[in-house]
């Protein structure tokens, strides 16, 4: 009979050294997985940028399979089924802010009734808007402007010359104007927006961007002369509700649906993208072969058609995105002008900070 013989420490310190060993080559071939980006060859990157990318799609499908198939059997089950995860993005992980409004909020309220555009807002003025450009503008400045005329009822276009701004608003004061467009050029492009309420300000300057005309939007559409409906979308700080009721100011407040014009002025991530369009509802056979639509039979025995409605749009144009610069107390004085908020480079410094 053998006796199984005891390890010595010698023994037992070699085999842990050969685990560490392998510990360490299994860590070090971790590392070394290699990289799209550490290849050098254009060819072979591209290939393995491909498998990675096949990869993860085979992934993500198999985790889209599995959360279906949960669903599906807690529903015959009769349980509820696990709630899905939600996405993180910019928006819903924005910092806190205490300037955002709520709906209970009274001073909020009480102060809309007793600020510049109530009036206009109230229907008990009528928006009356001048529009002009800067003094050395090119021909895009004025294209531009023709076709804000046909987003904006009842404004004016009027050309700069050499008269200074602060005489253009006395000058609009006087015709009883209730707004100053002015849409300033730089190498032949408009690059900036001035909003001046009137007669009490504010003044807003906004910076314009990824400007597109009409005439370059495919298969566009040509706007009516209604009165356009207006959206305004996450316009949710004190900020971005003075902003908003700015806007507001320039369309009269009974829109004219017959026309079916949308003017959407829609913020997102501090940045106002601008879209004009006109809509359409038509009504739609559903084909039987959708899975959505219930099958209905009649009393008889047949098959009843059901329809169903869409809305169609189509994009009239221009389109543009608009930034907030300032906001200034009372109406255009760069010398002695009071802001109530401007935009500054260290305010950037968090991605989810936003001010609108």
């Not at 860590?27 to 990869?55: F, T, W």
């Not at 090119?138 to 009027?158: C, D, M």
């Not at 913020?267 to 006109?278: A, C, G, L, M, T």
Request: net charge positive; aromatic share 8%; with cysteine.
């Amino acid at each position: 009979m053998g006796v199984k013989r005891k390890k010595s420490e010698t023994e037992e310190l070699v085999e842990g050294a050969k685990s560490n060993d392998k510990n360490i080559e299994n860590s070090y071939k971790k590392k070394r997985e290699i990289l799209p980006s550490m290849i050098k060859n254009k060819e072979k990157r591209s290939i393995v940028h491909a498998k990675m990318k096949q990869e993860k799609k085979l992934e993500k499908r198999k985790k889209l399979k599995a959360r279906d198939a949960n669903e599906k059997r807690a529903l015959e089950l009769g349980e509820e089924p696990p709630p899905r995860a939600i996405p993180r993005t910019i928006e819903n992980t924005r910092e806190l802010d205490e300037t955002v409004c709520r709906p209970d909020d009274e001073e909020l309220f009480a102060g809309n009734d007793a600020d510049e555009f109530s009036s206009v807002l109230k229907q008990e003025l009528t928006p009356k808007i001048l529009m002009t450009t800067c003094r050395y503008n090119s021909t895009r400045g004025p294209a531009f402007i023709k076709e804000l005329q046909a987003v904006i009822p009842n404004s004016h276009y009027f050309k700069r010359g050499t008269y200074d701004l602060k005489k253009i608003v006395d000058y609009a004061n006087k015709k009883d104007f209730t707004s100053i467009i002015v849409v300033h050029t730089n190498r032949r492009e408009p690059d900036a927006l001035l909003m001046i309420g009137l007669p009490n300000g504010p003044t807003a300057h906004f910076k314009l961007s990824k400007l597109v005309l009409r005439k370059d939007i495919k298969n566009h559409g040509n706007p009516t002369g209604h009165k356009p409906e207006l959206v305004l979308n996450n316009f949710t700080t004190r900020l971005g509700h003075r902003i908003g009721r700015l806007i507001q100011s320039l369309f009269p407040q009974d829109p004219e649906f017959r026309g079916r014009r949308v003017a959407t002025f829609h913020n997102q991530r501090d940045f106002i993208f601008f879209r004009h369009h006109r809509y359409i509802f038509e009504s739609k056979e559903s084909k039987g072969s959708d899975s959505k639509v219930k099958k209905v039979r009649d009393a008889k025995g047949e098959k009843i058609t059901q329809e169903r409605v869409i809305a169609r749009l189509q994009e009239c144009g221009p389109r543009f995105t608009l930034k907030l610069i300032s906001l200034q107390h009372g109406t255009f004085d760069t010398k002695g002008g009071e802001f109530e908020w401007v935009h500054k480079p260290e305010m950037d410094t968090s991605r989810r900070r936003f001010f609108l």
